[in-house]
């Protein structure tokens, strides 16, 4: 009977030690095991139900009126809820004519559709309050699988006309709690940008619109054009981000951005028949990624040298690897081809890395801090800089 027992004992002890070990908390893998993990497909669909088409990617879905190839719904979902949504179709205003005015007679028809990409095209003509008077439009909008959609649209006047605005405007609600505006005159890194004002309050801009943007951690917006403020009365917008109400840490908003915005006493914008007048919009939303599971095990350490110490010890190394770290990368290394001296050391860097189960990174700007180095155009003329970019 005891060594029964005792048996059971040993069989009892064996099965919790395995289990202890396989709940034992996250463990770290081989990198190559990390690097050959497949990813999550990120691809786009196309449907048609319910009199819309929808564009669906990896965390968001966009809703099209095919009578008027405007964005007439948009959602996208983080941890299992909407973090941003239109409260009402994208508006597309050219003086007197209205998107939002029913009675939209277009036809929209998919050109291309592609796991990256989706486009439509659209022939239509925005109504105005007067029967029978329209104008005619042309509209391809391509929507890629990152969440962006480009607009590409071309008005096609039957008559002359003048018109004191042309604006574009999204309503959308979300987990917004700032907002950013992009000019066309600059790379965007002096880009002001604030706390969403109070409900009821208002953020406008008078500059050369680009980009107008809400966002938080948790989601953000964007809409942009590329003929921002074309014309425009000085003193009156040309974007504004205004807010409707405030929900917790939710926010339902106004963007706009104008391409023509005049005042009435003035002559206006003139359209001429039978020339297009053309200009692109758009929007980008985010979340647009499915949350990368690679992340937690590419973590990188950097190591920046100097003229004591140019280069890392092979135990300084090993150190890295035994911390968890994947990626090893290196600063003050010298112009790509042409390694610091003594450069046979960066052989030597190199081979401890790989032998201890880690990436080598080069500074991950090398490409723009040394463009014109000769050892980089070395390289490029040899067809070699791709290995080390």
């Given at each position: 009977m005891n060594r029964l027992r005792f048996r059971w004992l040993l069989i009892l002890a064996a099965t919790w030690s395995g289990t202890?070990?396989?709940?034992?908390?996250?463990?770290s893998r081989p990198i190559a095991e990390v690097l050959r993990e497949p990813l999550p497909p990120?691809?786009?669909?196309?449907?048609?139900?319910?009199?819309?088409?929808?564009?669906?990617?990896?965390?968001f879905e966009y809703s099209v009126d095919p009578t008027?190839?405007?964005?007439?719904?948009?959602?996208?979902?983080?941890?299992?809820?909407?973090?941003?949504?239109?409260?009402?179709?994208?508006?597309?205003?050219?003086?007197?004519?209205?998107?939002?005015?029913?009675?939209?007679?277009?036809?929209?028809?998919?050109?291309?559709r592609g796991a990256e990409r989706i486009v439509l095209a659209t022939s239509g003509a925005l109504r105005s309050a007067e029967p029978g008077d329209d104008l005619p439009y042309r509209l391809t909008t391509t929507f890629y699988n990152d969440g962006v959609v480009v607009c590409e649209v071309a008005l096609l006047p039957k008559k002359d006309a003048a018109v004191a605005e042309i604006r574009h405007e999204v309503r959308a609600a979300g987990a917004f709690r700032h907002h950013l505006h992009k000019t066309r005159d600059s790379n965007g890194f002096d880009s002001p940008w604030a706390a969403l004002p109070p409900a009821g309050g208002a953020a406008t801009f008078s500059t050369l619109t680009s980009c107008l943007q809400v966002f938080s951690p948790k989601a953000g917006l964007a809409i942009f054009t590329?003929?921002?403020?074309?014309r425009a009365s000085e003193g009156l917008d040309t974007a504004a981000v205004k807010v409707a109400g405030r929900d917790g840490d939710d926010a339902t908003v106004s963007l706009a951005q104008y391409v023509v915005h005049e005042r009435p006493s003035d002559d206006g914008f003139r359209l001429k028949a039978g020339e297009p007048f053309s200009f692109r919009l758009g929007l980008s939303v985010v979340p647009n990624r499915i949350p990368h599971r690679r992340s937690p095990d590419l973590r990188m350490f950097a190591w920046i040298g100097d003229d004591k110490n140019p280069y890392p010890t092979d135990a300084e190394i090993l150190d890295v690897a035994r911390l968890g770290y994947a990626l090893f990368q290196m600063h003050r290394l010298g112009t790509p081809g042409e390694p610091r001296p003594p450069a046979e050391e960066l052989d030597r860097v190199i081979k401890t890395v790989h032998d201890a189960g880690m990436l080598f990174i080069w500074t991950v700007n090398a490409d723009l801090m040394y463009a014109s180095a000769p050892g980089v155009r070395a390289l490029q003329e040899r067809g070699e800089w791709p290995l080390w970019q």
């Open positions: 202890a070990r396989a709940d034992d908390g996250p463990r990120e691809d786009l669909t196309y449907a048609e139900r319910d009199g819309r088409i929808v564009v669906a990617g990896p965390t008027t190839g405007m964005i007439a719904a948009l959602r996208a979902r983080r941890d299992g809820r909407d973090v941003v949504r239109l409260v009402a179709p994208a508006r597309l205003v050219v003086g007197p004519y209205d998107s939002a005015l029913p009675g939209g007679v277009g036809e929209t028809t998919a050109t291309s590329d003929r921002g403020a074309t």
